[in-house]
């Protein structure tokens, strides 16, 4: 294993052999993938037509929740996600009663043991419909064990009244975008908040009890060490008790894109040395990483939260998700719901199907989903459990991978598990996508406007995938 950090905690560059034999242990490998590659298959985004397809009901003991709420008060120059800027509160409420009409699929009385409301953004709704919501929720789904649950929100949008409704609905955490707290950053990313907004909503959900996490991205235009350095002690200091950091991932669509600078797209090194001091930086402020880019002061109310699975034992899906382009997995099925508000809307009034695709799990990507959720999140591969699940080694199903990637020095692959070396663990995301099937990888290999985890310009062509 290669240790590139320098005194001091930060990342020098590996060296040329290194990096020589990374570039060959990755060249059947996409640089682009439609979200996070541990979220497979929805970062390969496979999915097929199936208007108003039927979602099937599956036996379980409790469900996971989504509810997607797509309003925002503006449109930040990096994202692409399913959105509506500049909504009145009429279609608000319109919505909001379309989610409870949805909600109806659930059965009353089952439980609920997370939920996550994201978008968009939740607090973009006037406190009183995020009540309705959340009521609704409540109403139908009573809570199962001591559970987390989760709202998005911004620091511009979120009020006392909005803290109050999460208060009394048991919503014990909040995810805030802030992105930066450098005006210059936030201006090149179209953020209307400025950093003293942001660190006082901090300071008010804190006060108000709950848990509080808050995103930083690393390598926006403009954007240094230091200065993500200073925005991380900033956050610190106001008693955050949690940071999701993670690389900027450009689609070539959106403004962000056309922001750049060649030297401010990642190559392989820089990607490393980005991560290499986001992580020397969050222990530095006493931070420890609990997943790749998320960073916890575990001796907080941090430790109470953690991400419960969207599938059993036997990788059947059981979570339901309500609203536009929202995803439901359930069964061995994926299922994605209309991408268009009004027509979202009008399907589930008039008593129809709001699902528009669908993604039916075969074997081949049975098996890519129990890597991604266990070597592409941070765990250690089981051989054993492996072979119980599918009935064969790992080496009879990737063995060229697998050997391929160990000879770039990013897989510790012994007689009993796989995992991830330090290199590796600075390219999670490109060794989770290695193992993705080849009609999935040669398609994220062909699409320059999915969201592009390094430059591709310092990659030598591949050769064609089987």
Known sequence: MDDHTAPGGSMRRPDEGTLARIAEALAFTPTAAYSAPHDYPHAANTFEPAPRLARERVDADVYR??????????????????KKVGVEREQMARYVATLKRELEWIPEGTPVNQFFIGGGTPTALPADLLDELLGAIAGRMPYHGDPVHTVEASPESISDAHLAVLQRHGVRRVSMGVQSLDDEVLDSVRRSHGPDLALETCRRIIDAGLILNIDLIYGLPGQTHA??????????????????????????RTPVSRALSPGERFDIAGLMGWRAFVRDTAAEFGFSQTRWHTFKRLDTIAARHQWLPTAGADMRGHQFGIGMSARSSLGHNVYRNHHNLETYMARVRDGESPVQEVIRLGPQDLRTQFIARSLGDGQVLSKARYAEVFGNAIEADHGETLARLAAGGLLADTESSVSLTEDGRLLHDLVTLSFYPGPARQRLLQRLDTFQLTDLSDRRPRPALQ
Not at 65 to 82: E, G, I, Q
């Open 227 to 252: 200065g993500f350095r200073r925005d991380f002690q900033r956050v610190a200091d106001a008693g955050v008790h949690a940071v999701t950091a993670y690389n900027l991932r450009l689609n070539e």
């Open 65 to 82: 929740l989504y509810a997607h709420v797509p309003f925002c008060n503006y449109a930040c120059s990096f994202c692409c996600y399913a």
